[in-house]
């Protein structure tokens, strides 16, 4: 038998379920979501329709809950909430982890977020408030504080039977942290050096004072670049003050690269990273036409400076047929920079000490392809129409285009960032305007100039 792949067994168990509560098979539904992950559970509930997803999250079992909210993208996740009494967040709340019990409290009224906080007790109540006192995307606000502590003085005989009392380790644990008595971070004991020691050693000559901490103020991307430049597991997270607040693990890592991964493509679109597939009508009308909007206004400016040649266009019909081509041109490789800048400075790679060099080589990539294509083009509509100066004009108009698209394709995403705009969001549509703009107006006015 072929082999089914992940994507199509979860299509059919999808439809499966789906049929199933289309039929009123309600029981039948809810003994096949007893046996999934928490994962697929989520994935469940993100490819339904709203009007389905009450009825599946009432057949989850409510021991699940908690997994599941972690799972589920923040729009699904709005919308989950929503339809859930105080009472039975605050039971759920009880299960989850800090920094995903802090996630979905920044999503809540005042009212509910106060009472789910009320009903916790007061050592979970002090950690949840501790998550919550730092930004969503910083080291503070993605940190568990799960960790477990040991005394520089203590020997390994006492920690281990410290921790055989202790019974389970926190989920991802690869260390403990050494604090001192005023809790501040001395190092890490990896769980190895632990347990390969000999008793009566010392855990402070087992320290790794290598191991960096993170500020908890850093931004989420700085952390997971960190992540992937020392290939950590785990890295403790301190205060100004040197003292530990938490953990954050590579579970966290991997959400956030998903995270940043899937709103700088949905923002290439103009659409939130955490867009639902299945939202209502309505509030989806209300979230694209925003930006439809926008790039409206720009399509606008393009038509005007076309407008302006208008006459052109009466003397020489063929224009109007080769007027995209130099600006469809202009755009394609435009993005194809912008998406490169974009890239480089998600990674880390293009900032101001080298944004000089990355701009003269794409300046230079955009007249290379300009030469390429203008002599191909040129030739090719010189030999249509018969007229070597038209093939002249969009060689030329091609040319200017394709080192604009270079040029407009590093220096947006730079400008944008220093505005403190997202250039994901804004960059493709100022890029398009720019080559739509510059490619008319090279043409056109070209033409212009040398045909009539």
Known sequence: MPEVSEQEYNQTRLQQIHEALGSGMFVYVRKLLQHMPAYDLALILESST????????????????????????????????????????????????????????????????????????????????????????????????DTITLRPDVTVD???????????????????????????????????????????????????????????????????????????????????????????????????????????????????????????VIESTKQRSVWLGVNLITAILAVAVTSMFEGVFQQLAILAVLNSLVPSMGGVAGNQTLTLVIRGMALGHVGESNARSLLSKEVAVGFLNGVIWATLIGTVVAVWKQDLMLGGVIAFAMLMNMVAAGLAGVCIPLILKRLKIDPALAGSVILTTVTDVVGIFAFLGTATLLLT
Not at 55 to 69: A, K, N, R, Y
Not at 127 to 136: F, Q
């Open 158 to 280: 006492v920690v281990l039977r410290y921790l055989r009392l202790k019974g389970n380790l926190p989920d991802s644990t690869d260390s403990f942290y050494v604090v001192n008595r005023q809790n501040k971070f001395r190092g890490a004991v990896s769980i190895a050096a632990l347990v390969t020691a000999k008793a009566d050693v010392i855990v402070s000559s087992l320290i790794n004072e290598e191991i960096e901490a993170v500020q908890a103020q850093m931004s989420e991307q700085d952390v997971a670049q960190l992540f992937e430049r020392h290939d950590w597991f785990s890295a403790p997270v301190i205060d100004e003050e040197g003292h530990l607040l938490g953990r954050i693990t590579i579970d966290d890592v991997i959400d956030i690269i998903r995270e940043d991964a899937e709103h700088s493509m949905m923002s290439m679109a103009g659409l939130d990273g955490e867009a639902d597939t299945f939202a209502p």
């Open 50 to 145: 709203s009007k389905s997803r009450p009825v599946l999250w009432q057949l989850i079992d409510p021991e699940f809950h908690g997994d599941v909210l972690e799972e589920l993208n923040e729009e699904v996740r709005k919308g989950i909430l929503k339809s859930m009494r105080p009472e039975k967040l605050a039971a759920v709340a009880e299960g989850m982890d800090v920094d995903d019990l802090a996630e979905v409290l920044r999503t809540l009224p005042d009212s509910i977020y106060n009472e789910v906080l009320n009903s916790m007790d007061e050592q979970d109540r002090s950690r949840v408030e501790t998550a919550l006192s730092y930004e969503e995307d910083t080291a503070g606000g993605i940190m568990n504080t």
